[in-house]
Structure formats: C-alpha cells, structure tokens
C-alpha cells in the first residue's frame, strides 16, 4: 500500500491517508457567496483531480444561517465518492 503522507503516518504509528479540510466562514458576507461557492468548487477539484480518494473529512466552521441554503446548491459539485 503507498504511503500518502508518510511523516504523518511515521508520527502516528500507521497508515494515513486521508485528510480534514476545514472552511472557516467567519465574517463571510451575503454578497461573498459567489466567491466562496467558487473557492469551494475549486478545492473540490483539485482534490478530485489530483489528490481522488484523500478526503476523509470536510468541516465548514462559523458559517452563517444563510449557508445551510446555499450549501444545497454547492454540494451538487463535490464528487459523490467524496
């Protein structure tokens, strides 16, 4: 099995392969939400296309009550796998 990321699979004393990506959307606007949608896109994509099958976890931290609409909306472009 390839080691993804060998030093923290060394630190820990096992494999590790996966990873946590946190999004911390404090003080993000109404008129930000384009912005980060595509932020959000973006990382998506990279991760998909050269890191596929690496994501353990994604977290969105301090989001508005706003986001939880809007998130129905960009959870459509995130791999289904992921």
């Known amino acids: 099995m390839k080691t993804i990321y060998p030093?923290?699979?060394r630190a820990k004393g096992?494999?590790?392969?996966?990873n946590i990506v946190?999004?911390?959307l404090k003080g993000?606007?109404?008129t930000m939400l384009p912005k980060v949608k595509k932020f959000i896109e973006l990382s998506?994509?990279?991760?998909r296309d050269y890191y596929p099958?690496?994501?353990g976890n994604m977290f969105f931290i301090n989001a508005p009550m706003l986001f939880s609409g809007v998130w129905s909306g960009i959870k459509m472009f995130l791999d289904p796998n992921t």
């Open 7 to 9: 030093a923290c699979s």
């Open 53 to 55: 099958e690496s994501l």
């Open 44 to 47: 998506s994509s990279l991760g």
């Open 14 to 18: 096992e494999l590790v392969d996966k």
């Open 28 to 30: 993000v606007q109404l």
């Open 22 to 24: 946190i999004f911390d």
